[in-house]
């Protein structure tokens, strides 16, 4: 062997041994977080009567004895209990005096009812002979905070309040976003919550009669938009100061974004912090993410955590577990981040087979029977396969 074939094969050689230090570095560095894998508990409340399951969970405690679950409840009517697409979200409330270990059903705080609505955009876009337009509200995505400071008002369930137009059993519902706020309630208790008063506390310019929107706050959120939502709230109380993290939809579900805004006078008024996560950021954790949609906030041993499920896109979109990113501000809206790539501190894989509803999970450090929560659709329970399940796990 002549000296320019060895020289060419050690050259070879030092790239390939090169190139597989680079992906073994790289490999460790996307994977250097916890990641939760192991089958979940599924929890039963003690008399729950929905009849397709519950889902969208939140948990909060007053203290380490005491703690709640609000959820939405899913329902259809009974000769179409077959059907996928919900007719009927309402928000439960149940209560745990174990940790989580067991929860029982105490009441109905927000009720689905059937109405009609005034929507000329919306009928002219669906080819409609009347501006009247027949369907549901639906009450969806809850968050419970308790805010101890507020005295008379130490509980606050924040949700999202829209209409859907009536269709065929088993067709896609749309949802009429003109009339779609975020909705908060206010009571001394959560048992009291049921009949306290409705405020339509946010919205875009499209959906009247909000109290506040974010219309001058950033170039990056444009209520103004056609169609636009806010969704999908997450609450924390925490220094004195209330937060909320939103999903803002504009145009498409592409141009999501993640938005944090608190109050430091208990949801009166209210300040746009920024943007937490966009499609960007899912896409550099993993080229099958798409967004971040249907955060949580927590807090444990003094440091604060947003909670949110990875989107994947196959034939639908669909959440695929739960990721767990510390904030080094969140009063800047800031992540931890390395050169600007987030950190993930645990990730919480689905634990079940099927590429259906896996996430938007949430975490009380009280609730230390069942650690995180997670909502999980399981087809082997239908028609009642909207679940909720303890991880028995915590975040730090």
């Not at 894998?37 to 007053?62: A, L, Q, W």
């Not at 950021?281 to 949609?293: E, G, I, Q, R, V």
């Not at 992540?335 to 259906?356: A, Q, T, W």
């Amino acid at each position: 062997m002549n000296k320019t074939i060895k020289i060419i094969i050690i050259v070879v050689l030092v790239v390939i041994v090169g190139i597989v230090f680079l992906n073994l570095v790289r490999k460790k560095k996307e994977v250097d977080y916890t990641i939760i894998d192991h089958p979940y508990e599924r929890i039963s409340i003690i008399g729950e009567t929905s009849n397709k399951g519950v889902f969208d969970p939140t948990v909060e405690y007053k203290d380490p004895s005491l703690g709640y679950l609000v959820y939405s409840g899913l329902e259809h009517r009974p000769e179409n209990i077959q059907y996928h697409n919900i007719e009927f979200i309402h928000t439960h409330l149940a209560k745990s005096t174990d940790n989580g270990k067991t929860w029982t059903f105490v009441k109905r705080l927000t009720e689905s009812v059937s109405g009609t609505v005034e929507a000329p955009f919306f009928a002219k876009a669906l080819n409609l002979d009347s501006n009247t337009i027949e369907g549901e509200w639906h009450n969806e995505v809850p968050t419970l905070v308790y805010v101890p400071d507020d005295v008379g008002k130490e509980w606050k369930l924040f949700w999202h309040k829209y209409f859907s137009k009536d269709m065929p059993a088993g067709e896609e519902r749309p949802r009429i976003v003109s009339h779609s706020w975020i909705m908060m309630k206010e009571a001394s208790a959560p048992e009291e919550l049921d009949e306290a008063e409705e405020i339509k506390l946010f919205g875009t310019s499209f959906s009247p009669g909000a109290k506040h929107n974010f219309e001058s706050e950033s170039g990056r959120i444009n209520p103004s938009a056609v169609i636009t939502a806010y969704t999908e709230p997450g609450s924390l109380y925490w220094n004195n100061k209330l937060y909320i993290v939103l999903s803002y939809f504009e145009g498409s579900r592409e141009s999501h974004r993640l938005i944090l805004i608190s109050s430091s006078d208990y949801g009166k008024t209210w300040d746009y912090l920024g943007v937490l996560l966009d499609g960007n950021d899912a896409k550099s954790l993993d080229k099958d993410y798409f967004n971040f949609w249907g955060a949580a906030l927590a807090e444990e041993e003094g440091r604060l955590f947003l909670l949110v499920p990875p989107i994947i896109k196959s034939k639908k979109e669909s959440y695929r577990g739960t990721f767990v990113f510390e904030f080094d501000d969140i009063d800047k809206a800031l992540l931890k981040r390395e050169d600007g790539r987030l950190v993930p501190h645990k990730y919480f894989k689905c634990s079940l087979p099927r590429n259906i509803n896996s996430g938007q999970a949430d975490y009380h450090k009280y609730n230390t029977y069942g650690g995180l929560i997670m909502p999980q659709v399981d087809i082997s329970t239908s028609p009642i396969n909207a679940c909720i399940f303890n991880t028995k796990e915590g975040i730090i």
